[in-house]
């Protein structure tokens, strides 16, 4: 049986501590991190261990910390006789050199300690340096995720970079009008099932085929209109600029 | 029995054709417009009749045209009896003066041709100009939708501000995402599990405690690294911008 260790005590280990304690195909021998964050990794049962009581009996040893944080954590593993990977979308595999059998387990989704996840969908981009711990590694993978990719260190920046997109920003998109409702005692819970069918949309046309609005209409007096009515400058500022994104890119359909 | 008759052949009046002939609770008696839209209103099973055309026996008449157009087709009105409502979001009730019985029918969605909706959900945001036509404009809105809410035409304008943030700004995030996946060969079906976890997160915990990132966390070293990734310059402009509003917005927590 596959036997695994975590490092590191935020949301992404803590995730993964609850889908590798679920899954029957491999053990979780520990996890690995700063006492303090202790309680909220012990809930899936795992005590947290310091990094420096580490033992090296583990098949594959995951590091999901802080991107950061990577290249201290992977010095203290320089004996270790593990594949080593980490989980993290923007850094490439070779921040882990010299250590010859390196890779990335990176799950492409946003992880909170308080939201349950079902690891079955998550993405798993995985990299590995040797041919050898292909295998290895995709097992890992398939014993907690039915979606998994093989992708170098170049296109994951580029996914990161794109999930950025996708998450961040839609995200405060989306805080933008829960703000004019709250500025206008309108409930936000209004705007849901516009925001369902907007992704819903997206996902089956294509966003190129969903844009509708004033900018892609070139309809600037509701531009116009919208405008006055931003008190705030910096909303005003953000408008002004997507709409004019949106105007540019759609140009010559008009 | 709720007599209705719909004034448009675009996609509001299609979806509104559609929702109404199949509500036992009124009857549809016409849809008046252009000839040349015939084919796709017609898939509802009624027949396109010319403006010219139009008799006065229903008790509700909805124009369900473009902006610009609600004011010609209302002065070809004046003589009816009916409640007249549009259903425009950004267009104040009283573009319909000197009508004595106006009001607003605003359906707060994206409405397609080709996209099935279920309007038992859609908010359907109503305004009356008298209190003696409020159970009438209820009645035919609750014939269709379980989602009913009285909005007076300032609310409005700002719930059609958010619904621009909402549908076309996040819907143009999505287009930004699915751009950089196409120049990398990467398939676009991968940030499909994260958008909808980005949006189930921000519906539950609000878009201001589900925000994260490298322009929450403050981590200029990741936002320098995907600024340059972004070969296409305005989609650099607009990483730089919507990143430092992120940041002005949370600025204080960091």
């Keep these: 049986m596959l036997s695994v260790v975590l490092i ?15 899954s029957e ?28 009581e580490f033992d090296d009996q583990a098949d594959i040893i995951v590091i999901a910390v802080k991107d950061d944080a990577i290249s201290s954590v ?18 490439p595999m070779d921040v882990l050199l010299p250590m010859k059998r390196r890779g990335v387990f990176y799950p492409l989704q946003t992880l909170s300690a308080d939201r349950d996840v079902d690891f079955k969908s998550v ?12 295998e290895l590694l995709e097992n890992l993978a398939r014993s907690i995720s039915e979606s998994i990719r093989w992708v170098d260190s170049s296109e994951r920046k580029h996914l990161h970079l794109a999930a950025v997109f996708t998450n961040n920003f839609v995200n405060h998109m ?15 819970e209004i705007l849901h099932p516009l925001l369902d069918e907007t992704v ?55």
């Design 8 to 22: 590191g005590t935020g949301n992404v280990s803590t995730k993964l501590a609850q889908a590798f304690s679920s």
């Design 25 to 52: 195909d491999l053990q979780l021998l520990g996890i690995y991190g700063k006492k303090e964050r202790k309680s909220e990794v012990l809930s899936s049962g795992h005590e947290v261990l310091e990094i420096g």
């Design 74 to 91: 992977q010095k203290e593993l320089q004996s270790s006789k593990a594949l080593v990977v980490h989980t993290a979308g923007s850094i």
């Design 123 to 134: 993405p798993l981009c995985l990299e590995s340096a040797s041919a050898e711990d292909r």
């Design 174 to 188: 989306i805080r933008q009008a829960e703000k004019i409702c709250e500025e206008h005692d309108l409930p936000k």
């Design 200 to 254: 819903n949309k997206a996902k089956i046309l294509g966003a190129a085929k969903a844009q509708t609005g004033p900018a892609v209409r070139g309809d600037s007096s509701v531009i116009e209109k919208h405008l006055q009515l931003i008190a705030d400058k910096a909303q005003h500022e953000l408008y002004k600029t997507i709409s004019v994104s949106i105007q540019n890119e759609y140009e010559s359909q008009l």
